[in-house]
């Protein structure tokens, strides 16, 4: 499995995977207009395609992990533009942010694909894992919109989803055990997808799965090392200082949007 989440203008390799099940007779989505001009970030629901993507819109809407996400984003920061995040059968493309439009597309085509590597390994909440691995995905493509708010200057593809990366950990980090929990399972899902397919992709601008996961575990031993013992070892020796450098320039870039 490979972990999509980019920015589509750059080429970003995305994932190709659609769930199984897909039948030619489910009707196809109709297109509706975006949400009026209010900034901030703005959800709806798109048709689904097939039956299977029905499925995953109804787990999507129904547990409104993605609102929830949504509404602290909304509450932490003020944006210049409305961004539009809208969850649709992607057919394959793999959830991205489009900065022409300012728009985030959520697929549900990918939702059967995130939750079955938990079922896989037998665990007994695979539902509640898929939840906190969406709410990581909604905060990593709010991450690209940020950076595209704030015009910070571009060092290259991998560089963006390293950042978006780092801002992701920020706004899961910023919810104390809860978010340290949902950025483990991310961390998880990550060692899974490495597991799978353990050679990484040469053209995904994403940092390995592996490299992601290590990341996001170094980030949580760097906010709570008391909480997270288990996770200290030599070579984490750097993880609070790493993490707190990481944490000082992404509250430093935000100052301009952050609310009163």
């Not at 048709?47 to 299977?52: G, K, N, V």
């Not at 590597?117 to 990593?140: I, K, N, Q, S």
């Not at 963006?160 to 920020?170: C, I, Q, V, Y």
């Not at 390995?208 to 990341?215: G, S, W």
């Amino acid at each position: 499995m490979s972990r999509r989440r980019g920015t589509w203008v750059r080429g970003a390799a995305l994932l190709v995977a659609a769930a199984a099940g897909c039948t030619a007779q489910d009707p196809q989505p109709q297109s509706q207009p975006e949400p009026a001009a209010t900034a901030g970030f703005m959800m709806r629901y798109e048709e689904p395609a097939t039956a299977s993507d029905r499925a995953g819109r109804d787990v999507l809407r129904d547990g409104g992990t993605a609102e929830r996400a949504l509404a602290e984003l909304n509450a932490l920061l003020d944006l210049p533009h409305p961004v539009a995040v809208v969850a649709r059968s992607c057919g394959g493309e793999g959830t991205g942010y489009d900065p022409a439009t300012h728009r985030i597309e959520l697929c549900y085509d990918d939702l059967a694909e995130e939750r079955e590597p938990f079922a896989r390994v037998g665990d007994p909440r695979p539902d509640e894992r898929l939840a906190e691995v969406v709410r990581e995905t909604v905060h990593h493509e709010a991450g690209h919109a940020v950076l595209d708010a704030l015009r910070l200057p571009a060092e290259g593809d991998r560089a963006e989803e390293d950042a978006a990366d780092g801002f992701a950990r920020l706004m899961l980090l910023r919810g104390g055990p809860e978010g340290e929990a949902a950025l483990l399972t991310a961390a998880r899902s990550y060692d899974l997808a490495a597991a799978a397919d353990p050679v990484p992709d040469p053209e995904d601008e994403h940092a390995p799965p592996a490299d992601r996961a290590e990341a996001h575990r170094c980030a949580v031993l760097g906010e709570a090392p008391d909480r997270h013992q288990d996770l200290a070892t030599p070579a984490r020796a750097h993880c609070p200082a790493t993490w707190s450098r990481t944490r000082t320039a992404w509250t430093r870039n935000l100052t301009p949007l952050l609310r009163p």
